[in-house]
């Protein structure tokens, strides 16, 4: 069981907007439309962001917008903010159990 | 409001077991369509998924850690334990539980991939 493949950072400017790929394989995000994206402030719970690959749990921006292509999921957050630096982790259905990737650091120039 | 607190051991000896808690308030641990999870993240690393429970007490383990983890309900405490044996310094994360998403379609229950809500976690050392 792989963990998915997500880049180490990326980063914007305020009031841009920014996309974070996490690329799987057959095992997980190319046969299930189960990607959920987290966000994580360190000391804190990881929050969930987006499930289903493209649905927002109620109450999260809608800044944040989730897609899928082949065995590539993304996340993108527009009108990039302060409070959006953090770390950002994907996930998929494989199988019975869940593999997360290895997370992407954002950083908000 | 449905909430989740981890408790525990935050010392565990090498080649020991690990046990944890996690105290659910707002739902019945066994109510139907509810699944548990525990994940995990080492220090400077991501998260691991361990496993899961559903609300019938079926389990799911990550296939790395399968050999040495037991997942299990107490219902008379609207608890979820979890079990890991034989713990290495590999093993030293803070520990979250939360609640693995799920739906049931007539009386079949299935799990979905996301957790909501977490626990706030709890550091768990292995050392001598």
Same mark, same amino acid.
């Given at each position: ?6 880049? #180490?950072?990326?980063?914007?400017? *305020? ?20 990607? +959920? ?19 927002? *749990? ?6 944040? +917008? ?19 630096? #953090?770390?950002?982790?994907?996930? +998929? ?17 | 409001? %449905?909430? %989740? ?12 077991? %690990? ?37 019938? &007490? ?14 299990? %309900?107490?219902? /008379? ?27 049931? /379609?007539? /009386? ?12 706030? &976690? ?7």
């Amino acid at each position: 069981q792989s963990a998915l493949t997500q880049p #180490a950072s990326v980063s914007g400017s *305020p009031g841009q907007s920014t996309t974070i790929s996490c690329t799987g394989t057959s095992n997980d995000v190319v046969t299930y439309n189960q990607v +959920s994206w987290y966000q994580y402030h360190p000391g804190k719970a990881p929050k969930l962001i987006i499930h289903d690959v493209t649905n927002r *749990p109620s109450g999260v921006s809608d800044r944040f +917008s989730g897609s899928k292509s082949g065995n590539t999921a993304s996340l993108t957050i527009s009108g990039l903010q302060a409070e959006d630096e #953090a770390d950002y982790y994907c996930s +998929s259905y494989a199988s019975s159990t869940v593999v997360f990737g290895g997370g992407t650091r954002l950083t908000v120039l | 409001q %449905l909430q %989740l607190q981890e408790s525990g051991p935050g010392l565990v000896k090498p080649s020991e077991t %690990l046990s944890l808690t996690c105290t659910v308030s707002g739902v019945s641990v066994s109510s139907m369509s509810y699944y548990w999870g525990w994940i995990r993240m080492p220090p400077g690393k991501g998260l691991e998924c361990i496993g899961s429970i559903s609300y019938s &007490g079926n389990t799911f383990s990550n296939p790395s850690l399968k050999s040495r983890v037991t997942i299990s %309900l107490d219902t /008379s405490k609207n608890q979820v334990s979890l079990k890991l044996n034989s713990v290495t310094a590999a093993d030293t994360a803070v520990y979250y539980c939360a609640r693995r998403g799920g739906y049931c /379609s007539g /009386s079949n229950c299935y799990s979905r991939d996301w957790f909501d809500p977490w626990g706030p &976690g709890t550091l768990v050392t292995v050392s001598s």
